[in-house]
């Protein structure tokens, strides 16, 4: 059984810092991208984030680029976000995802495993 778990979101004042783990267990997601959705309240999920699995090529979201960084180990089949200068509109709920195929994707529906999500919140 495939499970994905995420870790580290909390409250953070705005500018401040916050790092996000994905865990997996029940196969290994090595060869194959990572990435990282968030959702509002009364939005739709949003792609923040991805990282391939063979040479750790990444893909931010225009709105993160350069704040946020997404990296991985292997080894322990676990995924990060290191996310900073944090604004009052990252506040939201993000979800560690995994694909099955090779290639890279930015849309929800390209990733077949889903963790449960983890709150992060910013206060201005």
């Known amino acids: 059984q495939v499970q994905l778990v995420e870790s580290g979101g909390g409250l953070v004042q705005a500018g401040g810092s916050q790092r996000l783990s994905c865990a997996a267990s029940g196969r290994s997601f090595s060869r194959y991208p990572m990435g990282w959705f968030r959702q509002a309240p009364g939005k739709e999920r949003e792609f923040v984030a991805t990282?391939?699995?063979?040479?750790?090529?990444?893909l931010y979201a225009s709105s993160v680029k350069g704040r946020f960084t997404i990296s991985r180990d292997n080894a322990k089949n676990t995924v990060y976000l290191q996310m900073n200068s944090l604004k009052p509109e990252d506040t939201a709920v993000y979800y560690c995802a995994a694909r099955t195929a090779v290639t890279s994707s930015w849309h929800p529906g390209g990733y077949d495993y889903w963790g449960q999500g983890t709150q992060v919140t910013v206060s201005s």
């Open positions: 990282i391939s699995g063979s040479d750790g090529n990444t």
